[in-house]
Structures are given as structure tokens and as C-alpha cells.
């Protein structure tokens, strides 16, 4: 990778900021819920993005909501990028300690190689 690149050209913390907006709005209209948060990097390569969906709620969500949400992620991912959001991880737990707070998350990637805005 070039420093050029890395410096002027290439906006890995941003690019996808459209793209995570978008998608926050529509698991938040879908599931009536107003304490999800999406966030997509693409990763320094290129060749793929990773992201996360963060749900703020102080205790774990119901098994069944949680599949149905991981499930929805990559049927959109398959929507909007032509291929299905891959789930890397994530958790279905709620947990705090006096230095932190972990909410249920689901963590994803996919390819972004042949990826094209749409806009």
C-alpha cells in the first residue's frame, strides 16, 4: 500500500458511513427500535469492509429477536451488495462493571471488491 494512498486517497474509517446510516435506519424502522447503532470500515486492503451492529439496551435481547436480526443482515447484505453480510461474531449479552458496559452486538463483513455506490 502506498503512502499516498493512505494519506489522500483512501477514507477506510468513512466510506461506508452512507451505506451504515442507511442500514441503521432500516433495522431501526424494521424492528421498532430506536437503540440500534451501525458502524462500517473497510478494511486497509480493500478488498473487504467489517462491521457492527450494536444494540443499547441493558439487558439481553430475546434469543429469537437476536437470530431473526442476525438472519435479516444477511439477506440486505445480499440487497445492497450482492452478496450476503458474512456474521463474524458478535454477542447476545448485556454486561456492566465500574470501567465498562458491553451491549448485544452482531459483527459482520463482506466483499467489497466488486462493490459499487449505487448513487
Not at 15 to 26: G, I, R
Not at 30 to 56: F, L
Not at 61 to 70: F, G, L, S, T
Not at 91 to 112: G, H, L, Q, R, V
Amino acid at each position: 500500500m502506498k503512502l499516498k494512498d493512505i494519506i489522500f486517497e483512501v477514507d477506510y474509517w468513512t466510506k461506508f458511513e452512507p451505506e451504515a446510516k442507511e442500514l441503521e435506519d432500516e433495522l431501526k424502522d424494521t424492528y421498532n427500535r430506536d437503540d440500534i447503532d451501525v458502524s462500517i470500515i473497510q478494511h486497509s486492503n480493500g478488498d473487504h469492509a467489517r462491521g457492527e451492529v450494536t444494540i443499547r439496551q441493558r439487558e439481553d435481547m430475546r434469543n429469537a429477536e437476536y437470530q431473526n436480526m442476525k438472519n435479516y443482515l444477511m439477506v440486505v447484505g445480499e440487497k445492497k451488495f450482492g452478496k450476503g453480510f458474512k456474521i463474524t461474531g458478535g454477542a447476545n449479552f448485556y454486561d456492566y462493571d465500574d470501567d465498562s458496559e458491553s451491549n448485544p452486538n452482531i459483527k459482520f463483513e463482506f466483499d467489497t471488491w466488486n462493490y459499487q455506490k449505487s448513487y
